[in-house]
């Protein structure tokens, strides 16, 4: 039976956030030098679309749930982009189990995060420019999440890209804010070379039959396994770029130039888990390459060690939920590299409610601070700002892995399937990391709310934030508490209808492991947060002071010296081959080449101005020059 | 009846042409009104074009008007184009006119006369009417180029039009004769079965009727060895007419001449070799040219003829007919979009008497002007065939199509040629944002020049996300 799969509204989800970034940016830049506009103005403009997005998003995922299970997807043409030889590629949107699950949450947190920012924003010279960003980011992710194929997810893939960049160095007047912008744009590119090399491989092994997912996944089977195997690590290098895992990671922490909500977008409902989406997204690919994800595992989960690591140690409140991000996401490519898809995606949707939850109230407390971001410059918050304590804590607990709260479920599943299929070392690693992830997590909580002042004018100065910050914070710890309610294991009593739902997009084998083998995992867990959360509780639940780093810890303070190690390794030497090239190819190779042919224009064109002479006798002659050459040419034919 | 919804709207036009000169009789309209009268007459004509080209493949008329008229797909694009540019101009002409005053209520008239002819001429199959069109175009033409009168530049530019043009009508008359001395009528459907059937050098009279008539097709589409006119001619004439000139004028010609080489006419293979020439030697004439100049207007009526040199490889690599007229259509598309768009920013930027016009004058507009500044170097670039603009694509199809009809040779030359011009492209961008500004770049009042060209740059990013099917 043949069902009609064919929609028209799909378009209109990405289009709305993109139409109101056009509108918004227009009437920044032609009123913001002369007249600016009102904040309120911008701030109904800047949230219509999210919101209409969003409803989109909610009517796609229940009419999606009314269809059949298999074949449920609907898909949409927009128009043909471009048809050159056996490339076809239609501007058209997929959606199906998996980009509607991203759909939803991205939709609604990025909405949540919109409302925040109007209160964040508030006052910012730049308020306009500052929402027409916020909607192209969100516009280009749906764009990415939606997507009908790879070419496609690439134009969203790079709108992300484009967009981090602009709101990473929002606040341009400081030099270090526009490196960071720099830095992310220029390591992502790196892996964005990755992702263009493996869609070009992908499209000259199997592109011919068809360019989309659908296609794609047909063909798959006649894939050589080499080719395979080529094509998703080209595919991992630009999921390592946008997702920062090792070795592109470094961009994510210093991308906290940005103002917080960007941030929060950043890290909870767009860009970062791009390149996990992607991986599940390609799932039929990497069934096929085992060897492909045991190196995305291994990745992820050492990159989760070497964040946890450096999560420790620093003071900036904002770069220990930048290393939680990155340490979280090394979770879900272990998560993706063992096959256990739906459980990376699963903890890609937890995870994104508590971290932008955790983002939005380190955000509160920033704001109420008056942009003070060194936890050790804070303290005892806890009775000043009730609302951001208590969805804190909730956050805090659902990234530390705290047993029924969201994110213990989905990390706990991650490693039960690390377990399950085959990779112990994998799961070892990831209950270390747990166990670390508790530790700072809590070290953050507890420097900042519990404890005394430690800057009492601060303090003095500090209260609650506003309700349109208040409220997304409180929106947010009930989806960090619940979210992992909808996938809750059959050994807790549930049906993991998140898994289900995803089975039509991933292509993915449920191994049957023993009940040991999962209460092991769980037991793992449990101690993890419980050692992790004790120690931060035992140094840091009383109030502490800052300590003079030593040893380790002032190497892992200075992240292990990667930027150094980078910079000296890549940047001075490319850096230093541009300028031996400067010196001695341009002035003595090509300048003179060029400069020679520019000279040679200017010659002849002045030779032909000639011509130009201006007398219509003169013009008439030369047709009838012309037209006896022709003539003459067409005896030699005619004879 | 649906003979006359293909021509509904032409009616249109040409009704409001004449109302507009009838119009223009009373004392008390005031040029304004006619302005208005005439974009609204545009707009109305482009929807009417449009919706029909929106009813599909149903609205497809083959032998109309015994055989006199053809439309389909091809001319209706052609005539949105050309309907389209009409408006432009008129809204381009409205800011122009606030600061060079030598307007009279009769150039909306002609204007719309002229978009007539063009559209006729786009749907012409017939040796005649093709005649008849192109003659109702050129002379509203020639007197919208001499419409300054006091000016001596404009004197002479239509003096020299005139003159030429009268030459090139002759050779089409002459052509058009021993046409039908040869084949034994004027239809370009009869004329392609008689060389189908006969053979093209079976009969003398029609190789040399044939070749007059390429020559007066190539005059009006300033290909090399006839373009000389076109930049003395686009120079004399006022900025909107010469913007009007280089864009709906070349599509109307262009039209006609595939329909008659290639689409109708069958003569296509009989021409190739020459038209491989005259395609290379437009080209690179067209780009030498361009590099020496110091005026703008100058500049970009040689780069009209660089523009011709890529539309004639078009025709030369026939690949199949549907094909061909797309990428045919979808150029001139693109061509008419960032060159309308330059003209209605000069239109505007060149102030009084037309003060500001070499390159020279516009140093350093980005630093007072931003936004004209990059509107101009985003047409500059689609002109330039720079991605992702419209004409990136027109010229990627360009070169597919060549390639795929075997012409590599004129494919690689093809992108020679625009490298070679990027010298004159980007030297007004060089011009504009790397000089200090040493004028204040103040504009008429009326904003409706400035609305075109923001509009249009939008156009030429919209327009390159159009498919052309292979």
């Known amino acids: 039976m043949e069902m009609e799969q064919t929609v028209t509204y799909l378009v209109l989800i990405p289009l709305m956030p993109l139409v109101g970034a056009l509108v918004i940016g227009l009437l920044h830049m032609f009123t913001c030098t002369t007249r600016p506009l009102s904040e309120r103005l911008y701030g109904i403009l800047g949230v219509t679309g999210p919101v209409i997005a969003t409803i989109l998003a909610v009517k796609t995922f229940f009419e999606l749930k009314g269809m059949p299970e298999e074949g449920r997807y609907f898909s949409q043409k927009v128009f043909t982009w471009f048809n050159v030889g056996e490339l076809d590629v239609a501007m058209g949107f997929l959606a199906d189990p998996l980009s509607v699950l991203m759909l939803l949450f991205v939709t609604f947190i990025g909405t949540l995060i919109h409302f925040y920012s109007i209160g964040y924003m508030a006052g910012d010279e730049n308020f306009g420019k500052f929402f027409a960003y916020l909607n192209l980011f969100l516009g280009s992710m749906l764009i990415l999440v939606l997507a009908d194929g790879p070419v496609v997810m690439f134009v969203g893939w790079e709108g992300v890209g484009l967009c981090s960049y602009l709101l990473i160095s929002f606040y341009s007047k400081e030099r270090d804010n526009v490196l960071a912008g720099n830095k992310a744009f220029i390591v992502n590119r790196i892996g964005d070379l990755g992702f263009i090399l493996g869609m070009s491989l992908l499209f000259w092994a199997i592109g011919s039959g068809g360019f989309d997912y659908l296609s794609l996944r047909e063909n798959a089977s006649a894939l050589a396994p080499g080719m395979g195997l080529a094509i998703c690590l080209l595919l991992f290098v630009g999921a390592t770029g946008k997702s920062a895992q090792i070795p592109l990671y470094v961009w994510l922490p210093d991308a906290m130039a940005g103002p917080t909500p960007v941030s929060a977008l950043i890290h909870a409902a767009t860009m970062v888990t791009a390149g996990v989406y992607m991986v599940a997204r390609f799932s039929f690919l990497y069934v096929q390459a085992p060897l492909a994800g045991a190196v995305v595992a291994w990745v992820g989960i050492l990159t989760a060690l070497l964040a946890a690591i450096f999560g420790m140690f620093q003071?900036?409140?904002?770069?220990?939920?930048?290393?939680?991000?990155?340490?979280?996401?090394?979770?879900?490519?272990?998560?993706?590299?063992?096959?256990?898809?739906?459980?990376?995606?699963?903890?890609?949707?937890?995870?994104?409610?508590?971290?932008?939850?955790?983002?939005?109230?380190?955000?509160?407390?920033?704001?109420?601070?008056?942009?003070?971001?060194?936890?050790?410059?804070?303290?005892?918050?806890?009775?000043?700002?009730?609302?951001?304590?208590?969805?804190?804590?909730?956050?805090?607990?659902?990234?530390?892995?705290?047993?029924?709260?969201?994110?213990?479920?989905?990390?706990?599943?991650?490693?039960?399937?690390?377990?399950?299929?085959?990779?112990?070392?994998?799961?070892?690693?990831?209950?270390?990391?747990?166990?670390?992830?508790?530790?700072?997590?809590?070290?953050?909580?507890?420097?900042?709310?519990?404890?005394?002042?430690?800057?009492?004018?601060?303090?003095?100065?500090?209260?609650?934030?506003?309700?349109?910050?208040?409220?997304?914070?409180?929106?947010?710890?009930?989806?960090?508490?619940?979210?992992?309610?909808?996938?809750?294991?059959?050994?807790?009593?549930?049906?993991?209808?998140?898994?289900?739902?995803?089975?039509?997009?991933?292509?993915?084998?449920?191994?049957?492991?023993?009940?040991?083998?999962?209460?092991?995992?769980?037991?793992?867990?449990?101690?993890?947060?419980?050692?992790?959360?004790?120690?931060?509780?035992?140094?840091?639940?009383?109030?502490?002071?800052?300590?003079?780093?030593?040893?380790?810890?002032?190497?892992?303070?200075?992240?292990?010296?990667?930027?150094?190690?980078?910079?000296?390794?890549?940047?001075?030497?490319?850096?230093?081959?541009?300028?031996?090239?400067?010196?001695?190819?341009?002035?003595?190779?090509?300048?003179?080449?060029?400069?020679?042919?520019?000279?040679?224009?200017?010659?002849?064109?002045?030779?032909?101005?000639?011509?130009?002479?201006?007398?219509?006798?003169?013009?008439?002659?030369?047709?009838?020059?012309?037209?006896?050459?022709?003539?003459?040419?067409?005896?030699?034919?005619?004879? | 009846m649906t003979d006359l919804l293909l021509l509904l709207p032409v009616l249109i036009i040409t009704s409001g042409a004449i109302l507009l000169m009838l119009l223009a009789a009373f004392e008390n309209v005031r040029d304004e009104i006619a302005c208005f009268g005439a974009m609204v007459i545009f707009l109305f004509g482009f929807c009417m074009q449009l919706f029909g080209l929106g009813q599909g493949d149903a609205r497809i008329f083959s032998g109309v008007f015994n055989e006199m008229l053809v439309g389909n797909s091809f001319?209706?694009?052609?005539?949105?184009?050309?309907?389209?540019?009409?408006?432009?101009?008129?809204?381009?002409?409205?800011?122009?006119?606030?600061?060079?005053?030598?307007?009279?209520?009769?150039?909306?008239?002609?204007?719309?006369?002229?978009?007539?002819?063009?559209?006729?001429?786009?749907?012409?199959?017939?040796?005649?009417?093709?005649?008849?069109?192109?003659?109702?175009?050129?002379?509203?033409?020639?007197?919208?180029?001499?419409?300054?009168?006091?000016?001596?530049?404009?004197?002479?530019?239509?003096?020299?039009?005139?003159?030429?043009?009268?030459?090139?009508?002759?050779?089409?008359?002459?052509?058009?004769?021993?046409?039908?001395?040869?084949?034994?009528?004027?239809?370009?459907?009869?004329?392609?079965?008689?060389?189908?059937?006969?053979?093209?050098?079976?009969?003398?009279?029609?190789?040399?009727?044939?070749?007059?008539?390429?020559?007066?097709?190539?005059?009006?589409?300033?290909?090399?060895?006839?373009?000389?006119?076109?930049?003395?001619?686009?120079?004399?004439?006022?900025?909107?007419?010469?913007?009007?000139?280089?864009?709906?004028?070349?599509?109307?010609?262009?039209?006609?001449?595939?329909?008659?080489?290639?689409?109708?006419?069958?003569?296509?293979?009989?021409?190739?070799?020459?038209l491989f020439y005259i395609a290379v030697f437009t080209m690179f004439g067209g780009n030498l040219i361009a590099i020496g100049q110091n005026s703008l207007k100058r500049m970009l009526a040689a780069s009209g003829i660089v523009h011709s040199g890529y539309l004639l490889i078009a025709l030369v690599a026939f690949t199949s007919r549907d094909f061909t007229a797309n990428v045919i259509v979808f150029y001139l598309a693109a061509y008419a979009v960032a060159t309308m768009g330059m003209f209605a920013a000069l239109s505007y930027l060149s102030g009084e008497d037309e003060q500001r016009i070499t390159f020279d004058d516009f140093r350093g507009l980005a630093k007072v002007r931003p936004f004209s500044a990059a509107a101009i170097s985003i047409f500059l670039l689609s002109m330039a065939g720079i991605p992702p603009t419209v004409g990136f694509m027109g010229k990627f199809y360009i070169i597919v199509n060549a390639i795929n009809a075997g012409q590599v040779l004129l494919a690689v030359l093809a992108i020679v040629s625009s490298v070679i011009s990027m010298w004159y492209y980007l030297r007004l961008i060089i011009t504009m944002y790397f000089h200090e500004a040493r004028d204040d770049f103040a504009v008429a009042k009326s904003p409706l020049a400035q609305a075109t060209t923001f509009f249009l740059v939008f156009c030429v990013f919209a327009l390159s996300l159009l498919p052309v099917s292979v």
């Open chain 1, 315 to 639: 003071k900036d409140i904002k770069k220990v939920l930048a290393y939680s991000t990155v340490s979280q996401l090394g979770y879900m490519f272990a998560g993706v590299g063992v096959a256990a898809y739906s459980a990376g995606i699963f903890h890609v949707f937890t995870h994104a409610f508590f971290k932008a939850l955790l983002f939005l109230g380190a955000g509160s407390v920033i704001c109420a601070l008056h942009h003070q971001q060194d936890i050790w410059k804070m303290g005892g918050l806890k009775a000043k700002m009730p609302t951001t304590y208590w969805t804190m804590l909730i956050g805090c607990l659902a990234l530390a892995g705290c047993p029924l709260l969201s994110g213990f479920f989905s990390k706990d599943e991650i490693l039960y399937m690390a377990l399950a299929n085959g990779y112990p070392g994998v799961w070892l690693v990831g209950v270390l990391v747990a166990a670390m992830t508790a530790y700072y997590t809590f070290r953050m909580f507890f420097l900042v709310f519990h404890g005394s002042a430690r800057d009492e004018e601060a303090y003095a100065h500090a209260k609650e934030s506003p309700k349109v910050m208040t409220v997304p914070l409180v929106i947010l710890a009930i989806g960090a508490v619940f979210a992992g309610y909808l996938n809750l294991p059959a050994i807790f009593g549930g049906h993991q209808q998140v898994t289900h739902w995803l089975a039509g997009s991933l292509v993915e084998h449920h191994p049957h492991a023993s009940l040991g083998l999962e209460l092991l995992a769980i037991a793992a867990s449990i101690a993890a947060f419980a050692i992790g959360a004790f120690i931060a509780y035992r140094k840091f639940g009383q109030g502490a002071e800052e300590p003079e780093f030593q040893g380790f810890a002032k190497f892992a303070y200075n992240l292990f010296y990667v930027d150094q190690f980078y910079h000296a390794v890549i940047v001075r030497p490319y850096k230093a081959f541009g300028a031996a090239i400067q010196r001695t190819l341009e002035p003595y190779v090509t300048d003179g080449h060029v400069k020679l042919s520019s000279l040679l224009y200017q010659l002849i064109g002045q030779a032909f101005k000639v011509f130009q002479v201006g007398y219509v006798r003169i013009y008439a002659i030369y047709m009838v020059i012309g037209l006896s050459l022709m003539s003459l040419f067409l005896s030699q034919t005619l004879n």
């Open chain 2, 75 to 274: 001319t209706a694009v052609a005539g949105l184009i050309i309907t389209a540019c009409g408006f432009f101009t008129c809204l381009s002409s409205h800011t122009y006119f606030k600061q060079n005053r030598f307007i009279t209520s009769e150039y909306y008239a002609l204007t719309a006369f002229a978009a007539s002819g063009m559209m006729l001429l786009t749907m012409a199959q017939e040796l005649i009417t093709a005649f008849i069109s192109l003659e109702i175009m050129s002379l509203a033409i020639y007197v919208l180029v001499g419409m300054h009168r006091r000016n001596i530049k404009a004197t002479e530019a239509v003096l020299k039009y005139l003159m030429l043009g009268a030459f090139a009508g002759g050779f089409f008359a002459m052509g058009s004769a021993l046409m039908y001395g040869g084949t034994g009528s004027t239809k370009f459907a009869e004329i392609a079965g008689f060389i189908s059937a006969n053979g093209f050098f079976a009969s003398s009279i029609l190789v040399v009727g044939a070749f007059f008539i390429l020559v007066a097709l190539l005059f009006k589409i300033a290909a090399f060895p006839f373009h000389a006119w076109v930049v003395d001619v686009y120079d004399g004439a006022a900025m909107p007419v010469t913007g009007f000139m280089a864009t709906a004028l070349k599509t109307a010609v262009f039209a006609v001449f595939a329909n008659f080489l290639i689409l109708d006419g069958g003569l296509q293979a009989s021409w190739v070799e020459y």
